[in-house]
């Protein structure tokens, strides 16, 4: 079993920061939970962090903390449930309270499909950009790599479904 480990900090736009990790629990069933410490270092929300991922997993990584230019925070993590990676983002505002009620889905939910080396970034408009690498076929197939905007309302604005960038078949 493992605790808490994959911590990444952001800053805040208010001189504090926002400091993410995935927490194992002891158990292996690893929650993503995020803390916003101010310019002091005294933590602003509750002892050990808020959870924001859905529900406990023992998939969940951490893979970005982004700053929403509003004093909010990105939270980018991906999950691997029964086979198949998702790509998910919740933002959160200055009081942890998420902005969109649930996490988006950016990509998938395939069975037999996995993800990896998923980035993201600030559009400079108050939303992410997100790129990713993407396996169709896990017994050897296609890989893609794929792209996805999204705006602080949670849109994607690159269409339902992700900008193809490259892609190859073995």
């Known amino acids: 079993t493992w605790d808490q480990q994959d911590p990444l900090i952001c800053r805040d736009g208010t001189r504090g920061y926002y400091i993410g990790f995935t927490d194992g629990g002891g158990n292996g069933t690893a929650k993503i939970k995020v803390q916003r410490v101010d310019s002091a270092g005294y933590n ?46 919740q933002q959160l505002d200055e009081n942890g309270l998420p902005v969109w009620g649930s996490s988006m889905l ?43 905007r999204i705006d602080s309302n949670g849109n994607k604005l690159w269409g339902v479904n992700p900008v193809i960038v490259s892609s190859t078949s073995v």
Request: glycine share 16%; proline share 1%.
């Open 44 to 89: 602003l929300w509750q002892n050990n962090g808020l959870m924001v991922s859905p529900i406990a997993n023992w998939g969940y990584f951490l893979r970005a903390l982004i700053s929403n230019d509003n004093g909010g925070v990105y939270v980018c993590w991906t999950n691997d449930i029964s086979g198949s990676d998702e790509i998910k983002v």
């Open 106 to 148: 950016i990509y998938g939910g395939q069975i037999n499909q996995r993800g990896y080396d998923e980035k993201f970034v600030a559009d400079g408009k108050g939303g992410i950009i997100a790129a990713w690498g993407w396996d169709h076929n896990q017994l050897g197939g296609s890989d893609y790599i794929y792209c996805q």
